[in-house]
């Protein structure tokens, strides 16, 4: 048994840490509200230059074609700042995602290719007001039309909606089968007639997804996904891999900023003539969290090996997911309140990881869902 | 749910405080949060209805109610709209009682009659920036200069700066260190060499106009002096009074909200089939929400009768406010996971009850002080359970 990451990979943790420290992080107080246009566009020619670009993309197509370990590797050291908002990852090129990447022929040339260029911009479409962890309550419809599909039906909380060129949809396509085979995958441009963008939900995270609605809107046959019901199939490993890696590998930076910051200002903070950091409670809410933040790291990181082996780790992504990101969220409570006001004020980032983190428990796949495949998983095998 | 033993007359209170709040107040707490604006036109409706004077004696305008009325009352506000409930409890609270209790009588006839009527709000401020939960560091001072005091220093954390016709300032009156040197002047809004500082956004209860208050060689009359140098002491009753009073049953407000939301949410949203309502996961969470809220209510309920009959222990202000703050915590952090993503949406209340509650453990002395003193008691015998 060897636990230490490969020489590459260390090397890589380091050079993403730095960028952080020296980038990322001064940032925090000089662009609170959001990076300006000209700060994004240095820090996309930066992070191209360090070959931050397009990480998960296979270098046959222009991307780093890093593994999941070295990718969690990454959103553990990147997840140390707030500068950028949630979910806002075009800093390090544009978001692509296991869809596309699948793309062949004349698809890959209209949608996957512009992607990489910068030319459009996708959204990806699943959610719906009465199907968020329940994709199998779906209702958007696609009909077979001649060469065409008509789809119809209301897709919510989409992220980037509002400037997207095009979205990934998933639609029914056979009611009968429904989660199992019935859902299939469309390529929507979203200027096509009937394809409408109609609210946008400002959430605590500063994050504001869109409502999407869909009324009998016509999309070329040649523009399905795959065949008919391969929906979720194709979206899986997306899923699978945002588990490990946006959620749980993203826990353990903010987790690991939140110790910094908590035990530097339990250092320098003097009450009662004493630092905090003097204090046993004080010392207690910091070690619990380093305890915490141990066990979280080797939890994604074996997902992330195993998933490099080529195996199946659902159950892995999903205990991952469930502990990491309640693990950030205690992290970062505590780090709130080892900061007393200050922690409360909107001129420091520690209410910005307190508010960001709390939405991870619920965006893709709530705890509680978790908790529920993994119950299924042991009552099976145990 | 919980009935306590309310007489008629505290019934009414109640019954007429909600449904006041959820007609008028309720519509713009989601506007009040996000735009940062005081709903200060709350206070007059709430002075028309006679909550403005409740804790004060009827020679000064008031009804001459109790801490337990005043947690009935803020506790049915803080359901509609927390910073509306602040706004109560800066009026109704721990100024206006210390006035009450150490002010002299040309102080007590010159404000509180205006409290009561809801014209003048008097902010207390007492945290600095290096003297939060220990007052005895407090670093702005005040030096006697003839028949006025010529204070300097800067204060932070300061609720309903912006709004405030008159400041109670806890500042170093006398060089002696610690707590000895600490008492309070009144300075009124616009003396000169004062000055409203930087406005201090938070992540909750935004609508507070909190910011920093700003001492330049600013020249107060002798005659405003409230509290002289080592008098601390003698508003410590003030100041449990208000750890009751002012900022638990907001907590307790804002979660039975949540609660009620959440519930709400269960029943009406399906998901594999089947209604959320339908899950036991789901239920149990429902369920220990319900046990941790009466719990809260009851113990909450008990002090606030203890600290009116002046039978209360060191001990029981800083039990319940813990127990109150971190229930509240608990119970709209779970109503925004039974909620899901509209849970994290500004276009729903469930996240703006988890913002509003956050920083109530850190305000009024963090649960981490209150535990020092509970513990303290504990081991030095004076706490029998």
Known sequence: MDFSLPEELRSFQRMVRRFVDTELIPLEHKEPRGLLPATRDRLRALTRDMGLWLLDVPQSLGGQGLSALGQSIFWEEFSRSVAILPRDFYIIGPFVGAVLVQLKGEQKERYLDPVIRGEKLPCFAQTEPDAGTDPASMRTRAVRDGDHYVINGVKRFITDAEKADFAQVMALTDPVKGARGGVSCFLVDMNTPGVKVTTRYQTMMGEAPCEVVFQDARVPATNLVGNEGDGFRLAQEWITLGRILRHGARACGVAERCLEMGASYAKQRVTFGAPLATRQSIQWMLADTYTELQAARHMVRYAAWKFDQGEDVRTESHIAKMYSVEMGFRAADRCLQIHGGIGLTTDFPVERFWRDQRAYLITEGAAEVMRMTVARHVLKYY | ?385
């Not at chain 2, 006839?109 to 920036?129: D, H, Q």
């Not at chain 2, 170093?172 to 003396?191: C, F, H, Q």
């Not at chain 2, 000055?195 to 001492?215: C, N």
């Open chain 2, 1 to 385: 749910m919980f009935e306590p033993e309310l007489n008629e007359q505290q019934r009414l209170m109640q019954e007429s405080a909600r449904k006041l709040a959820e007609e008028r107040f309720k519509p713009g707490a989601a506007r009040a949060d996000r735009e940062h604006a005081p709903p200060l036109g709350n206070i007059k409706v709430l002075a028309e209805h006679g909550f403005c004077g409740m804790g004060l004696p009827e020679a000064y305008g008031g009804s001459g109610l109790g801490v337990f009325e005043m947690v009935l009352v803020i506790e049915q506000i803080a359901r509609a709209c927390a910073n509306t409930a602040m706004l109560l409890s800066g009026t109704v609270g721990a100024s206006a009682r210390a006035i009450l209790q150490v002010g002299s009588e040309a102080q007590k006839r010159k404000y509180l009659p205006r409290v009561a009527r809801g014209e003048l709000l008097v902010a207390w401020s007492m945290s600095e920036p290096n003297a939060g939960s220990d007052v005895g560091a407090i670093a702005t001072r005040a030096l006697r200069d003839g028949e006025h005091y010529v204070i300097n220093g800067a204060k932070l954390w300061c609720s309903f700066a912006s709004l405030a016709d008159v400041y109670l300032v806890m500042m170093r009156l006398d060089p002696t260190p610690g707590m000895k040197g600490i008492g309070a002047l009144l300075v009124e809004r616009d003396t000169p060499g004062f000055s409203i500082g930087r406005r201090l956004d938070l992540v909750g209860l935004r609508a507070t106009g909190m910011a920093e208050l700003l001492f330049d060689d600013c020249r107060v009359p002798a005659e405003n002096l409230i509290i002289p140098a080592g008098g601390i002491g003698k508003i410590l009753a003030v100041l449990e009074a208000d750890r009751i009073g002012g900022n638990p049953p907001i907590c307790l407000g804002v979660a039975g909200a949540a609660f009620d939301a959440a519930v709400r949410h269960l029943k009406e949203r399906s998901q594999f089939g089947k209604p959320l309502a339908d899950n036991q996961g789901l239920q149990w969470k429902l369920a220990d929400m319900a046990i941790d809220i009466e719990a809260a209510r009851s113990l909450l309920y008990r002090t606030a009768q203890r600290v009116d009959a002046h039978k209360n222990s060191m001990t029981d202000a800083s039990i319940a406010k813990t127990f109150v703050n971190e229930m509240a915590i608990r119970v709209t952090n779970q109503a925004i996971q039974l909620a899901g993503a509209s849970g994290l949406a500004e276009d729903f209340p469930f996240e703006r009850y988890f913002r509003d509650v956050r920083g109530m453990a850190i305000g009024y002395g963090t649960t981490e002080i209150l535990r020092n003193t509970i513990a303290r008691e504990i081991l030095a015998g004076r706490y029998q359970p």
